[in-house]
């Protein structure tokens, strides 16, 4: 396994070349911006260059780069099961002098130290924490059609509502996202939640698909319901399209993580303003867990500037930086939300309240990068063939893989 580094002072020749996902269409300011602004203003002798890769294809772009031995110094992955592959061949840095350094583990949540240390080795910096399975809504057609989201309390009652709209207004009844596959995988994975719960949730990633292979099917059943109620060409959008519909009027609903609240409010569109949210129906008390982290390559010329960079990007400072305008919450425990946006307070709060906070399989952190490649895959047959049986069939033998 690859040395931990040893810390060096950087050198102003140093430079630190981050690959970072975005979403197309989406040229607002973001939190990789501000947390740059507050790196270069206190270690102006390290260089960043940053490259901005869709998020789509950034995955392929880090290991296309890795494959042709020109691997960037650091990027941004998703961390748990997702990072086995870049272990078991050796490409990350151990980072646990960082973590020692700044004592971080007592800094950090434990379930953000759990995705990204494997056998008592840290391999990444968590950056971000968000929720998965909140529900967007627009309130002004929401009252128009007489729904009250906080009264949902399950997928049957959801799909009551998504009725409701289309009879009372001209929206249709929610936006779903279906050119990649993940939306859908989402939604599928909130659904299986909130219709069997957590302890079958578990299961179904842990193994226990085949036992649980009802309910699998039964997630799917209801996408397959949903998707009349959303707009036509809906197949085609994209998850920044679906965004301009939203903020247009054009649907009423939007089952999506929370990011997309830093999407909204960077075009104009404001919390109990323009949109509200609640939790998706039937998951009240869970917090489908998504982070985003830093790793660093083994092979690195540059260990100096990229530990300055992961110390930087783990203090308190930085972790309110990027947080805040991306959507997310520090995944730091002792860091204060009190100049977060009052969503973000409030996604605070039910993190702290919930339960139950399971790892999401559309984000990669309950399953590898091969099951997540072949989970999409089988979404992206539904939506064409839309055979439900099928679809269970290997998403079952997907997951206990």
């Known amino acids: 396994m690859a040395d931990s580094v040893g810390f060096e002072e950087p050198t102003r020749t140093d430079a630190v070349d981050l690959v970072y ?3 197309e269409g989406d040229d607002t300011k973001s939190g990789i911006d501000y947390l740059l602004e507050g790196f270069r203003s206190e270690h102006p002798e390290v260089t960043i260059e940053l490259n901005m890769v869709s998020a789509d294809i950034a995955d392929l772009e880090v290991k296309t780069r890795i494959l042709r031995q020109l691997s960037p110094d650091m990027w941004m992955q998703w961390p748990g099961q997702n990072l ?8 990350l840095m151990d980072l646990s002098d960082v973590w020692e350094r700044g004592g971080l583990a007592s800094h950090f949540s434990e379930g953000a130290r759990r995705v990204v240390s494997f056998d008592g080795t840290y391999r990444a910096l968590p950056m971000t924490l968000h929720r998965a399975n909140d529900l967007f809504y627009n309130p ?25 709209i289309e009879q009372e207004t001209d929206a249709s009844g929610m936006a779903l996202p279906m050119r990649n596959p993940w939306p859908v995988l989402q939604v599928w994975e909130t659904v299986l939640l909130a219709e069997h719960g957590h302890d079958v949730y578990r299961a179904v990633t842990s193994g ?18 949903f998707i009349e109620f959303t707009p036509e060409g809906a197949v085609y959008s994209s998850l920044m399209d679906a965004c301009y519909q939203f903020i247009d009027g054009e649907v009423a ?7 997309l609240s830093g999407i909204l409010e960077a075009e104009g569109m404001h919390y109990r303003d323009g949109w509200e949210h609640a939790p998706f129906p039937g998951t009240e008390g869970y917090y489908v867990v998504v982070m985003d982290a830093f790793v660093v390559a083994s092979d690195t010329a540059n260990p100096a ?4 960079f992961v110390e930087y990007a783990a203090s308190e400072e930085a972790q309110v930086a990027f947080n805040r305008s991306k959507g997310s919450i520090p995944p730091r425990t002792d860091v204060s939300t009190e100049e977060f946006p009052p969503f973000l307070q409030s996604q605070q ?3 702290t309240r919930s339960s139950e906070q399971p790892f999401s399989t559309a984000h990669g952190l309950a399953v590898t990068p091969t099951q997540f490649v072949e989970l999409k895959s089988t979404i992206a047959t539904l939506l064409v063939e839309r055979d439900v049986d099928r679809a269970a069939r290997q998403l079952v033998e997907v997951l206990d893989a």
């Open 305 to 308: 500037a990229t530990t300055t």
């Open 349 to 351: 709060r039910a993190f």
């Open 253 to 259: 609903l939007f089952p999506q993580g929370d990011w």
């Open 21 to 23: 996902p975005s979403e």
């Open 84 to 91: 086995r592959p870049f272990l078991e061949a050796d490409l």
């Open 208 to 225: 226990g698909a085949r036992a649980n292979s009802q309910a699998v099917r039964d997630a799917l059943e209801w996408i397959e319901r």
């Open 140 to 164: 002004a057609l929401l009252e128009r059609a007489g729904v009250s989201p906080d009264r949902l309390s399950s997928p049957a009652e959801f799909l009551e509502a998504l009725e409701t």
